[in-house]
């Protein structure tokens, strides 16, 4: 059976080089979808792809709105009965520094409430051996955040980590947000929603008697990376840390969403250069 491949987020950077990769990883006889929110980039980008010799193909998708989501499922349900690999890519990078309300809120529901969304419409087109990768960071551990915060995170439900993070907004609206321990920045804090989001989702799936077999989900932290998105962080960096492009970086992701039947580790982890890195220090 052919392999359809989706990957949110598709139209540059990171998402275009796992388009790219993909394609040619799978051969012509796969289906991978390029998705974007904006129709006339993720077509530009799929007119480069099919110039240097690829074959992929599109769907507009907007992961902040869970309509669209929704239509995608069905779509894909109904041209394929079932998906492969789902590479949750797409997000808002917010801007470095002490976060708005408003901002955090774009945050929070592209990053967080769209992952929730796809993970809940795609569960049930993953096909047996399906492979799902949430692109997230290595800012997703605890490591970073206040201690009295870690419960909100650590062995929790999907649904606990959603609500959790609208505690964190109303927090901020409220101007209580910095007493109760929460970071100045937004971009952390989603990030270590998704991986508990990830994790979650693991749980649950592995827990799941009528679940098809082998599927494996995992959280990917790409490392540091040349793109639009990333180019307000590189002055911040360590001299000795040496960013990636996108094409060589997607390479670990790729692998961490083809990983071979019958993979038992790793399982609903953070994974950095086909590292786990552990989401709690004890």
């Not at 990957?7 to 040619?24: D, F, I, M, P």
């Not at 012509?28 to 077509?43: N, S």
């Not at 098809?212 to 002055?235: E, H």
Request: aromatic share 6%; net charge negative.
């Amino acid at each position: 059976m052919s392999k359809i491949a989706i990957v949110t987020g598709g139209n540059r950077g990171l998402g275009l080089a796992l388009v790219r990769g993909l394609c040619r990883l799978l051969g012509p006889d796969a289906a991978v979808y390029l998705t974007a929110r904006d129709e006339t980039k993720g077509r530009a980008a799929m007119t480069q792809l099919v110039a240097e010799g690829l074959a992929p193909k599109f769907e507009q998708l907007d992961i902040a709105d869970p309509a669209s989501i929704t239509a995608l499922a069905a779509e894909m349900k109904k041209r394929h009965g079932g998906v492969d690999i789902l590479i949750q890519n797409a997000a808002y990078a917010p801007k470095p520094g002490p976060t708005k309300l408003e901002e955090a809120r774009l945050t929070i529901d592209t990053n967080n409430h769209g992952t929730a969304h796809m993970l809940t419409a795609f569960r049930p087109l993953l096909r047996p051996g399906a492979r799902v990768v949430i692109v997230a960071s290595g800012y997703g551990t605890l490591e970073s955040l206040d201690a009295r915060l870690h419960p909100l995170f650590e062995n929790v439900g999907p649904e606990d980590v959603e609500r959790n993070l609208e505690s964190y907004l109303a927090s901020l609206a409220k101007r209580r947000a910095q007493d109760e321990g929460w970071p100045d920045w937004v971009n952390p804090i989603s990030k270590i929603g998704q991986v508990a989001l990830t994790r979650a989702f693991a749980r649950e799936l592995a827990a799941d008697a009528n679940a098809p077999a082998d599927i494996v989900v995992n959280a990917a932290c790409p490392g540091w990376m040349i793109t639009d998105a990333s180019r307000p962080y590189l002055d911040q960096l360590d001299p000795s840390i040496e960013p990636k492009m996108p094409d060589d970086a997607a390479g670990d992701v790729i692998w961490l969403a083809t990983l071979p039947a019958g993979t038992a580790a790793p399982y609903g982890e953070l994974v950095q250069y086909r590292k786990i890195i552990p989401f709690a220090t004890s």
